[in-house]
């Protein structure tokens, strides 16, 4: 159980266009994920916090209208790199806490994302 | 401030003996401990938690030890199979208050066949 799941686990992408990477939680509800960013031998970086229903509290340097978080259920959340420049290259990872257990965040496999 | 730290930053073992894994924290809020284990372009598998309520939680091979007085905590790993061989994030939180689980940077851990 717990399973988290990316979509797409890899994009190459032009300069100025934008990117959408789903996270899924396929086998328990969620009322909060979170989208976390991991720059080359560094650890995760938080990005975001997605609550189902309201609007995703960002971390402080992070720039809420280039990454465009919407968590439209319990199920889903998603995050779009908007006018993706070279330096949004990175691995993009999501994960998800179940309704019932309060502090594990079950992670997905991450999104690799190369913008050239 | 880094209020989670690992301060080795790899660590090789041969197989079957014990791997160690050690992680110190400077919040006394944290009150909730995790270890997550980590490929190269994957995300993270939860391993093990254990509630400050406890100084031990055992799960197969796995047992994570936590000492509140000194705020440290440690991952034992017997015995230590090749396929162990990842990086090891230890995280914590604090539990009722804010979501965010706060991140080691890892310990890459390499087991010699």
């Known amino acids: 159980g717990a399973v988290v799941s990316q979509h797409p686990s890899r994009v190459i992408c032009k300069s100025g266009t934008s990117v959408k990477i789903e996270c899924r939680s396929l086998d328990f509800q969620a009322t909060t994920m979170f989208w976390y960013r991991q720059f080359p031998k560094q650890s995760l970086m938080l990005m975001a916090t997605?609550?189902?229903?309201?609007?995703?509290?960002?971390e402080q340097g992070v720039e809420k209208d280039k990454f465009l978080i919407n968590h439209a259920s319990l199920t889903l959340s998603t995050l779009t790199v908007t006018s993706a420049h070279p330096e949004d290259s990175s691995f993009y990872i999501c994960s998800a806490r179940a309704i019932m257990e309060r502090e594990t965040q079950y992670f997905g496999p991450g999104t690799r994302l190369l913008v050239l | 401030d880094q209020q989670v730290k690992q301060n080795s930053p790899s660590l090789s073992v041969q197989e079957g003996r014990i791997s160690i894994l050690n992680c110190d924290y400077t919040n006394s809020m944290f009150d909730y401990f995790l270890w997550y284990k980590k490929y190269p372009a994957e995300g993270p598998t939860f391993l093990i938690s254990i509630s400050s309520i406890k100084d031990k939680n055992e799960d197969g091979r796995f047992t994570v030890f936590l000492n509140k007085s000194a705020k440290h905590l440690s991952l034992h790993i017997v015995p230590s199979q090749p396929g162990d061989s990842a990086v090891y994030f230890c995280?914590?939180?604090?539990?009722?208050?804010?979501?965010?689980?706060?991140f080691g940077k890892g310990t890459k851990l390499t087991v010699n066949p």
């Open positions: 997605s609550n189902e229903g309201s609007k995703a509290t960002y």
């Open positions: 995280a914590a939180i604090r539990q009722g208050g804010s979501e965010k689980l706060v």
